[in-house]
């Protein structure tokens, strides 16, 4: 294997910078194909620096046309230059001014990464290193500037021009058809901050008036045709303002808040001060065209995006390592937002679905990583589900260890003393620790840790003393690099519940009167008095902890907490703990008995009858069976995609069969009514309903097929259609190739639409869809340039069709090897996301293993691979 340990960066030798910059003046003359930009900077040598040290500026893929320090045109001798860096050998010993003009290809940069063309139109990407594309600087979170910006550009191809901060100026350029703006942020930011836009964009717009009663003008850009389909992002862009006002205490601090959607972006959105570039399908959403999961995931990032202006802009990371700083905590503040404005429960189950499938999965996998990582050869590999996803849940067992007021306390701690500098891990917890009067610092290795620690715990009744013991043990399994692990602190929210349902009040000296335990060694027990009927214990309420749970309950003690736990989180636990134990065995070749099957099928029946359509988003997920890769996931090793495929199909039929009345009531109940609304409540319906046709189709293919056929004609609303067509999908035959021929006929014009349709495809679990994909990369609505559309053909085909991807004869993992070298030469960021579709080879049985394994060597050895490929596959190998 290739191992550069050249270019391996590491957490330990960090050193403050030798020069800062404070100010920086940009100029950029927009041209598709040579851009001019110059670039003057006011640098001084950093006292924290080693003195009479060179200046070097980062540079990538640079063309540099001339270089000047205090007016001065420097000599041939005074500096060295090459695409990556430019040196400046004997700078002076204190403040001093450096003029430097590069010139720029933007249509020709496919990478996406600093600055571009997309439709067109002129646009930015800076983070993490991506400003070094557009000038030499020191692109490196801790030097923070102020930056002024002038734009100019052709009238006609952008006459908008925006920037980051406030609009100073704008005007004609005389004697051409040219024009300019002028942009000025008065806030001191790190360089991955930056960003500009010009094109030719519609616009909407709203006042918001701030706490303080400052008035702000909030704006959304999009493709010229789309504005009302802003309408849904606006909304919700004043709503995070308000909630980020009313729970935390921020406030705006610019004149505008601009956000441009674009249709070719790397990621889901990028947080630039005061401008914020999002990928158009995280902000274009109408009935027609999006779906209730579009609309929420929609709401959610415009928050997230907002939210960063006081985690991750005012406060900034200090170094990339420090990166979980500023995504863990803005993840976590999005995720409370979004269920204070929806249904908490019912968020809160969504959060850990994708933590497990998204964020277990990588922990278990050779790219598990701590949430603070101590090295990396390419930084953008670590914007990972470990670091976003895990690095929330480490912040809300804060939370829940220190209690919502110290927690409240401890960030406004953190936002007064870290304002406008570039922070670490250590500066967020100090803050807490301070507060509470607690030592983090066991608790601290959460961030260190890689791994999902696993609890087991065994349950103990003695009738005749009244005691009920609970024992626990907890153990995580070495992941790459840290072969033995020490035993984490792990909040457990707990309670016990009766066989009827009523609560039981038993007293425990370790459990606080919140019901909160802290699981800090490798073993412990509780024991609990005046315990007078063997209760069932309800563990890691509102899934308290990140870690995975064995309990030793029989599967009808489970059932009872589906139907009397007063968590919510832990009555759908139960569902999917005893579905597991179902699918895996089944999976593993097992019989599962007719009356194990009923026994569980009948439970949900009786749920289904005293409390669905209470809370039908909260059915729906009940009424949902793991995920074919969850079983995966849980079996862990020796994996047999097909067989985990039988035993799912199985399973849904047989529920499908004993809840056949059920389902048929709920499908026609809750049938559409009235105008489509995104809100939780009319969503929730739609999603109890779908869920019921999915099951009944699985129970009764012609019912099925009759039913999802309508419904793909006549909805009047994507998510009914899109759900319809996803029910199809799953039954093959005429009526769905006609569905499937007529929605990409009806969505032809429409990318998003198109990109569900290519998802669809890609996901059908048949031996044919490998042909049916390659076939539709010829489909005039697919791009290989484009990441939305790769992500959704190419992307769904490995990540979610677990049976064809993983074909025992390999021709899937063919395929994506093939794909991510052709996709690698033109953008190695997407690239690299793709091949992480291999992160699950090991677990396959020793035939697909092989192939696996043979299609990562021949990606490994194709020479010239970028940085991004070349580290996810020797990490994926190793
Ligand atoms: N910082 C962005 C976010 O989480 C993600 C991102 C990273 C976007 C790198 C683009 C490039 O909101
Ligand atoms: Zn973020």
């Known amino acids: 294997m290739r191992t550069d340990t050249a270019q391996i960066v590491r957490l330990v030798d960090y050193r403050p910078s030798d020069f800062l910059i404070d100010s920086v003046e940009l100029d950029v003359s927009l041209h598709p194909t040579a851009t001019q930009v110059r670039a003057t900077l006011v640098v001084r040598p950093n006292p924290d620096g080693r003195p009479g040290a060179p200046l070097v500026l980062d540079g990538d893929e640079l063309n540099l046309k001339a270089v000047a320090l205090d007016g001065r045109s420097l000599a041939e001798e005074e500096f060295e230059a090459s695409p990556q860096s430019l040196t400046i050998m004997q700078p002076p010993r204190q403040s001093f001014t450096l003029t430097v003009e590069t010139e720029l290809n933007p249509t020709a940069n496919t990478k996406l990464m600093g600055l571009y063309r997309s439709s067109g139109n002129y646009c930015t990407q800076c983070e993490a290193e991506g400003f070094r594309r557009i000038t030499y600087f020191l692109d490196r979170p801790d030097v923070l500037a102020v930056y002024t910006t002038r734009i100019e550009a052709d009238r006609d191809e952008a006459p908008v021009l925006l920037g980051n901060g406030n609009p100073v100026e704008s005007g004609s350029v005389e004697g051409s058809n040219r024009h300019y703006a002028v942009w000025e942020d008065p806030h001191p930011k790190p360089s991955y901050l930056f960003a500009l836009v010009g094109g030719r964009l519609g616009r909407v717009s709203k006042s918001f008036t701030t706490m303080s009663g400052r008035a702000v003008e909030l704006a959304i850009y999009v493709e010229p045709g789309k504005e009302d389909r802003a309408d849904y992002a606006l909304d919700a862009l004043e709503r995070s303002m308000v909630w980020d006002e009313r729970v935390f205490g921020r406030e705006y601090d610019l004149d505008v808040f601009n956000i441009v959607a674009v249709s070719d972006f790397n990621m889901g959105a990028m947080e630039n001060k005061g401008l914020n570039i999002f990928n158009d399908k995280y902000v274009l959403a109408s009935p027609e065209t999006a779906t209730d999961m579009d609309y929420a995931h929609i709401e959610a990032i415009i928050a997230h995006e907002y939210f960063h202006n ?26 409370e937002f979004s269920s204070d404005e929806r249904s908490r429960p019912v968020h809160r189950i969504a959060e850990v679905k994708t933590l497990r499938a998204r964020q277990f999965l990588e922990d278990s996998s050779p790219l598990a990583h701590p949430v603070r990582p101590t090295q990396y050869r390419e930084i953008n590999n670590f914007y990972t589900a470990t670091v976003y996803e895990k690095g929330a849940e480490i912040v809300r067992m804060l939370k829940t260890i220190i209690g919502n007021e110290s927690f409240r306390r401890g960030m406004d701690l953190y936002f007064e003393r870290c304002d406008g500098t570039a922070a670490t891990v250590e500066d967020f917890l100090e803050a807490f620790a301070e507060v509470s009067g607690r030592s983090l610092s066991h608790f601290a290795r959460w961030y260190e840790q890689s791994g ?158 005293t409390d669905a359509l ?145 998802t669809l495809q890609a996901a059908i679990p048949e031996d044919d869809t490998l042909e049916r994909v390659k076939g539709l990369m010829e489909h005039q609505a697919f791009s290989i340039g484009n990441p939305n559309r790769v992500r959704s053909l190419i992307g769904s085909f490995a990540m979610l069709n677990q049976v064809q991807f993983n074909r025992i004869d390999g021709a899937g993992y063919d395929f994506l090897a093939s794909i ?59």
């Open 310 to 335: 006081w985690t991750g802009n005012r406060v900034t990371c200090r170094d990339w390592f420090q990166l979980c700083l500023k995504e863990g905590l803005t993840v976590f503040r999005d995720q």
């Open 614 to 758: 209470r809370d039908p988003a909260f059915a729906a997920l009940v009424l949902t069976l793991p995920s074919e890769a969850d079983i995966a996931q849980e079996i862990g090793k020796d994996v047999d995609p097909d067989a985990i495929h039988r035993a799912r199909s199985d399973m849904r039929r047989r529920i499908g069969k004993t809840c056949s009345a059920h389902l048929h009531r709920f499908y026609e109940e809750l049938a559409d009514s009235g105008p489509y609304s995104p809100d939780a409540a009319s969503a929730g319906r739609r999603a109890l309903r779908n869920a019921s046709l999915d099951l009944i189709a699985a129970a009764d293919q012609a019912a099925g097929e009759e039913l999802a056929a309508a419904q793909a004609e006549s909805a009047s609303n994507m998510t009914d259609r899109l759900a319809a067509l996803s029910v199809l999908t799953t039954l093959p035959g005429a009526a769905r190739e006609e569905a499937i021929t007529q929605f990409g006929e009806r969505y032809r014009n429409e990318p998003l639409v198109m990109d569900k349709w290519f």
């Open 820 to 878: 991510v070298l052709r996709a690698d030469e033109l953008n190695p960021q997407l690239a690299a996301r793709l091949l992480t579709a291999f992160s699950t080879w090991r677990m396959m049985e020793s035939t697909r293993r092989e192939h696996a394994q043979r299609a990562l060597w021949t990606i490994s050895r194709k020479p010239n691979l970028s940085r991004d490929v070349g580290d996810i596959v020797s990490r994926t190998l190793d």
């Open 452 to 609: 999902t620690p696993r609890v087991t715990v065994k349950s103990h009744y003695d009738k005749a003393a009244g005691t009920y013991r609970l024992d626990f043990t907890q153990s995580t399994p070495p992941t790459p690099g840290q072969p033995n692990k020490e035993a984490m602190a792990i909040p457990v929210v707990l309670g016990l519940v009766a066989h009827d349902g009523s609560s039981v009040e038993a007293a425990c000296e370790q459990v606080d009167e919140r019901g909160v335990f802290i699981l800090d060694k490798a073993a412990d027990s509780l024991t609990f008095t005046g315990v007078t009927s063997l209760p069932v214990p309800s563990l890691f309420r509102g899934f308290s902890a990140p870690v995975k749970v064995t309990l030793d309950l029989p599967n009808e003690e489970l059932l009872v907490l589906l139907q009397h736990d007063s968590d919510a989180f832990n009555r759908w636990q139960a569902a999917q703990t005893v579905a597991m134990r179902h699918l895996a065995a089944l999976s593993n070749g097992a019989q599962v008995s007719d009356e194990e099957i009923d026994a569980f099928s009948t439970a949900l029946c009786s749920f289904m009858d």
